[in-house]
């Protein structure tokens, strides 16, 4: 006979739920949690690429002083920074060598000086008339294309032409005005050299005054000595006229168009100027970088679309920094370059799609190092992970970062 006494039966199924519950605390602990991660949604949007480069601001209406003749140089008493006016500041004093003047062939020399100079004077005179009846027709066709946008008979693309050429043209004149006072001062100083030589016997000291307004750039020769025609005095120009001057690498350059967009930073302003590429030389050089790689280089000028700031000034060969157009779209599919990463030569991105991780190849085009054009692979929408960890796979479960 038996007369061990049964266990109750709430005693075992308390075991055995007690069992089941700290299985499953055990299988909630060791199960896999989603992964926090940053998204971002693939939309469409304006995209503009941009090549970023240092530059320098450049006079572009500069002119080197040279003696009129041969002579002794009186001591230059100007300096770098000095203000001048044209046809009365003395930039130097120039003692004429009596000697010079003395043979018939200086004399026709200095004759024929003359007559081509004044021949300057009227080239320069006309291309100044025609650049400044070029700019009164573009004002006269830019006011009406004005009044046509505000009633919207014109798109916004005709206008923005007919600006551009109208500052272009008010470019072309100033330094077509510049062009024709260098012009009259070297007829002058011709004449003066023509007079020295039709009297030999006086060597009167002959002035050399400013050709166009401005200021002293640098002073090549201040000492008190004999000079050639040929020896450079001073460099002057007019500040007011500033160019940029970019220097990019070869393989951005042939992405620069001429007449593209460019914002000059870092000049000392608070805001950006703006501006556009007249010019992409066709010759290279070759620089040494700060690491010592040589590099090749291509030299890209630029002009300023607007005033300077009241109270701000910029002069020759000041830093700048210059962000250049190369690339704009107006309505473009676009992934943040932050989800991208290369398997191969393939462009990836994960998906979120339902709290999980859809790894899909994608091909790009045009990128601006936030964001990249999307060409395939991705719809607008989309929800994809920025900077995925290596630890991320296929078919993980994720969650948004807090």
Known sequence: MNTSRKRPPWRTIFFILLCV????????????????????????APLTVRVTEEGKTRIRSRYLVFPPVAGFLHRVDLRAGARIEAGKTVLATLVPEASAFLTPRARAEAQARVQSTEAGVLLRQAETERTRASLDL?????????????????????????????????????????????ARFEAEHAKAALTQAATPGQAEALPILAPVDGYVLSVLEENARSVSAST????VGDPRDLEIEVELLSTD????????????????????LRGRVVLVERGGFTKVSAIGVEEQRVKVRAELLEELPEGRTLGDRFGVQARITTWHGENVLQVPTGALFRRGMDWMVFVQEGGVARLREIEIGHDNGLAAEVRAGLGEGDVVILHPPDSLREGMRVTEAN
Do not use: C, Y
């Open 21 to 44: 519950g700290l299985g499953a605390l055990i299988a909630i602990g060791l199960w896999p949690k989603p992964l926090p991660v940053d998204t971002a949604k693939v939309v469409t």
């Open 232 to 235: 450079p005095i001073m460099e």
């Open 138 to 182: 573009a004002k006269r066709n830019f006011t009406r294309l004005d009044t046509l946008l505000r009633d919207g008979a014109i798109a916004k693309q005709e206008w923005d032409t007919a600006e551009s050429q109208v500052r272009v043209l008010e470019r072309e004149l100033q330094a077509a005005n510049f062009a024709l006072q260098v």
């Open 253 to 272: 350059a042939v992405t620069v168009d001429e007449g593209a967009q460019i914002l000059i930073e870092h000049w000392g302003g608070e805001t950006a």
